[in-house]
């Protein structure tokens, strides 16, 4: 059955209230402070007399210093308390801030409109655990990837919304401030009323003793995330798009004025287009990753990061305009959409990073813990967006120009990225399997869901061509542990490829019994820790098409560890330049073409007992079929 769509989940009440309740929180957490941000600009003096770029700046540090100070207490109380409890209690506050700030709005008292931007931080602080730890309770693993597109798609499109409707409103008049102030106590109670609907959320550690100490909580969760590698570089992967992404939308103000010579309509535009890239990359990921977590996505995400990055910087030395342009006069002068294009692609190569990076944390973290860990992730993202800042003062104190400070941000990603994937190179791994199944062949996977999501089984295949374990590997829903002929595991420049899989070399009796015994040593504790261990029990590939006779490996390995076996059949290898059919292998490369079509068909568990290599090559021969 064809998997259905992300969007039919916004149909569905395990995800709709809650997406809904996120998307009107971060549409009026943006209009509330652009609005107020746009009217210290342009109307500072009937306001304070405090100097207006000092009050830029200081009011998005008063929106963040709440994610530094309560994210550690925020994460404990989301796995401690029921999640549509939680939401609907941070919703109501909200109401109550959004009723500060218009009491601010109508009476002109900027200290109560700076105190509900703090209030707005810690709104938002609250809620995010709740966030993303919400998702792997209500959707199931094939849906992550979707449900999460859709959450960082409605989150970008909610800032670019409340950005635009903040400044449009404000500045009507006469009733710009009331516009203002009414309008986002109305969307605070649409948000409350939503939140309503959310189902319930059990919380995975209700006994959970709270710790108050925001430094030292921060530390432990920092340092138990720490444990689980991938998840620890996950969060300093998401935080590191956090600090290039600071780095370059605080430079859209200044870019789009100075550099570009454009109005705020101008500014406006590369918000938007930048907001619609990340919209699209994000909703993208699930095309791209076939419905399951695949991080393969994450390496090709900031790859795509340095390269507009770096051409952004190279559109800019291109742009010639010096004359002041509003947004229709910019868009038809030469260079414009270049610019445009580089900033699309920035926005779309970032959802392809982040959302792969946010599924990882939901399906590899300790449930109990999810909330906290990320809570921590949520203190890394603020202390690199405060670092981002700082580096950004001093590029420009250096004297570089903005697009130099574009150059130099896509080199630094592109250096740190290749420091991840080099300390957890399963990122790199997963994205060689991804690139070279889907761009030489299309592959299908049917009934794959019948593959356990946790929990240990073997997975047995007909073997006919080298390509047969990047097929698997593409197709599976979780890490798989291959078993495969010593010599080829040993070979030179890439045996390192085989030793990141964690693949196990397995010899004859006959040739080497000790390397044999090794093997089955490893496939039994792979097993007891859980993991998917996938063999070819005809030991060699096939030299005619047909499923050769099957070894008695596999009863070994069952009267160690009794665990289910998984049947499965590849089609439409043989015949390949990868298989061993008769022909010129250039001349087959050319009769099939480069994208021709694959098949990973999954069949139904065999119990152990009844798991004889005969009936397991006969089920293997059923699922294939006829096409080879």
């Known amino acids: 059955m064809k998997p259905a769509s992300q969007f039919s989940l916004l149909l569905q009440r395990r995800f709709a209230p809650f997406f809904w309740t996120q998307f009107l929180g971060a549409l009026n957490d943006n209009v509330f402070k652009t609005a107020l941000l746009t009217v210290l600009t342009f109307d500072a003096l009937s306001w304070t007399a405090m100097d207006v770029g000092q009050l830029n700046q200081l009011i998005p540090g008063l929106f963040i210093l709440p994610f530094m100070l309560f994210s550690a207490s925020a994460g404990q109380i989301a796995d401690k308390v029921e999640k549509g409890r939680l939401a609907r209690a941070v919703k109501l506050l909200e109401v109550l801030i959004m009723s500060v700030a218009a009491l601010g709005w109508f009476s002109h008292q900027l200290w109560l409109l700076v105190a509900a931007v703090a209030g707005m931080g810690l709104h938002s602080t609250l809620f995010g655990p709740v966030k993303y730890a919400y998702l792997p309770q209500h959707l199931k693993t094939d849906e992550l990837v979707g449900g999460n597109g859709i959450v960082e798609m409605g989150t970008f499109v909610g800032i670019l919304l409340g950005e635009m409707l903040g400044a449009l409103l404000v500045v009507h008049q006469p009733w710009g401030i009331h516009l203002v102030a009414l309008g986002t106590i109305g969307i605070a109670l649409l948000g409350c009323a939503m939140s309503w609907k959310i189902p319930l959320s059990p919380a995975p550690a209700p006994d959970l003793v709270m710790n108050w100490n925001p430094f030292t909580e921060t530390v432990r969760n920092i340092g138990f995330s720490s444990h689980n590698r991938p998840v620890f570089l996950s969060l300093l992967a998401n935080s590191w798009f956090w600090f290039y992404g600071a780095i370059v939308l605080a430079q859209f103000p200044q870019y789009a004025k100075v550099y570009l010579h454009g109005d705020h309509s ?363």
């Open 266 to 628: 101008v500014f406006v535009l590369l918000l938007a287009v930048f907001s619609v890239g990340i919209g699209a990359g994000s909703l993208l990921c699930e095309r791209l990753s076939g419905h399951k977590v695949e991080i393969g996505l994450v390496p090709f995400g900031a790859f795509g990061l340095s390269l507009f990055g770096i051409d952004l910087y190279l559109s800019s030395t291109h742009y010639v305009n010096v004359a002041t342009v509003d947004l229709w006069q910019f868009i038809v002068l030469p260079g414009s959409w270049k610019i445009l294009f580089d900033i699309v692609g920035i926005g779309i190569f970032g959802g392809l990073y982040i959302v792969p990076l946010f599924a990882l944390i939901q399906t590899r973290c300790d449930p109990q813990h999810m909330s906290r860990t990320i809570a921590g992730m949520n203190i890394l993202n603020s202390l690199f967006m405060v670092v981002a800042a700082l580096s950004a003062m001093v590029m420009l104190r250096c004297g570089l120009s903005i697009p130099q400070i574009f150059l130099v941000t896509a080199c630094l990603n592109a250096l740190v990225a290749l420091y991840i994937f080099t300390v957890v190179p399963e990122f790199l791994l997963r994205f060689l399997v991804w690139a070279l199944v889907h761009t030489i062949h299309k592959v299908r996977g049917i009934d794959i869901d019948r593959i356990p999501a946790n929990g240990a089984a073997i997975l047995v295949c007909n073997h006919v061509s080298y390509l047969d374990a990047l097929v698997i590997a593409a197709c599976a829903p979780r890490p798989i542990r291959f078993v495969m002929d010593y010599r080829i595991f040993n070979l030179p420049v890439i045996s390192w490829l085989f030793k990141t899989a964690k693949a196990i070399p397995i010899s004859t009796a006959k040739e080497n019994p000790w390397i044999m015994e090794h093997a089955f040593v490893d496939i039994a504790k792979a097993l007891h820790e859980g993991d998917l261990v996938c063999i070819f029990p005809e030991g060699r590939l096939t030299e005619h098409g047909e499923v050769n006779p099957f070894k008695n490996g596999i009863q070994q390995i069952l009267s160690r560890t009794p665990v289910p076996v998984i049947p499965m059949a590849l089609r439409g290898l043989w015949g390949s330049i990868y298989s061993r059919s008769g022909g010129n292998p250039f001349e087959r490369a050319f009769r099939r073409g480069l994208f021709s079509r694959l098949e990973l068909i999954v069949g139904q568990p065999v119990n152990a007992t009844q798991a004889s290599p005969e009936y397991l090559r006969h089920c293997v021969q059923e699922l294939r079929g006829e096409w080879k």
